[in-house]
């Protein structure tokens, strides 16, 4: 059973923490199942199996593009766990030679030139390759760098130079996220439902509908939040009944209060 290195904060990183759950999931498992030399081969269906997730085929190149390489159809390459697990490779040590052995026999030369902050991979692929339609198929030359780190920088700095602040910025939110999503929506439609609701009302149902669309369908909080909330806060007022079930329940009071006593001849 191979033991490895995880980082404790990694729940705090924003690439990480962006990812739905299912693909979180799905990155430990990457992590987990591939090789010394951080190569992994993919059998959707028993990824599947026992993640017990639906997964695209082109899942893996799409949510870790900047972080795993596509060897072959079903084998990819993740670069940064070379560095997170190993640090600098030395061909001197047995561990480190076999890793780079690995390396080797998938075409791949290592060029370690500042551990931590940039590697190099060149890749060769065979003229019978036909994983990767779009490379070149006699040689590709492939640099990696680590774009966490840039990624965050530039989110820092286009959030701080951002001109628009959204009206809704001042419900506090406490995560600093919603106001990002917020500040590229409607902000006319935003203001007006600041006069309209609740604050503490309007707080809550914005998180709501934030993590929502999150999770589902990225939708800009626009007209989308105005359709949310109007909608939720119908729910609200109708006790979280149906419409059908308000309507019926309304049928009944109204044919309640028509009824007119019958006086038996007791009073007087």
């Known amino acids: 059973m191979a033991k490895r290195f995880t980082d404790t904060e990694k729940f705090t990183d924003p690439w990480y923490r962006r990812l739905s759950s299912k693909h979180k999931l799905l990155w430990e498992y990457l992590l ?12 959707l269906e ?3 199996l026992v993640l ?3 997964f695209k085929d082109d899942d893996i190149s799409t949510f870790f593009s900047d972080r795993v390489l596509r060897l072959s159809e079903f084998k990819y390459f993740i670069p940064k766990f070379l560095d997170f697990q190993y640090g600098k490779l030395n061909p001197a040590s047995k561990v480190h030679g076999s890793v780079m052995d690995a390396l080797s026999k ?3 030369t290592y060029n370690s030139l500042e551990v931590g902050r940039l590697y190099t991979l060149s890749i060769e692929y065979s003229n019978t390759s036909d994983s990767i339609k779009e490379k070149d198929k006699d040689k590709a030359k492939v640099k990696v760098k680590d774009k966490a780190k840039e990624k965050e920088k530039a989110s820092y700095q286009n959030s701080t130079l951002s001109v628009n602040v959204s009206p809704l910025e001042v419900l506090n939110f406490t995560d600093p996220e919603i106001n990002t999503w917020l500040r590229k929506g409607s902000l006319p439609i935003q203001e007006k439902l600041l006069k309209k609701y609740d604050e503490e009302y309007l707080a809550n149902t914005i998180e709501k509908a934030f993590y929502w669309q999150n999770e589902n369908k990225k939708r800009h909080a626009g007209s989308f939040l105005s359709s949310w909330i109007e909608r939720d806060n119908n729910k609200r007022l109708k006790g979280n009944l149906s419409e059908a079930d308000f309507n019926l329940k309304a ?7 028509k009824v007119v006593p019958y ?3 007791f009073t007087k």
Not at 251 to 257: L, M, N
């Open 32 to 43: 987990c199942t591939c090789n010394h030399a951080g190569i992994v081969t993919i059998d």
């Open 46 to 48: 028993l990824v599947e």
């Open 52 to 54: 017990k997730e639906k």
């Open 106 to 108: 998938e075409s791949i």
């Open 251 to 257: 049928f009944f009071e109204e044919a309640a209060a």
């Open 263 to 265: 006086d038996y001849g």
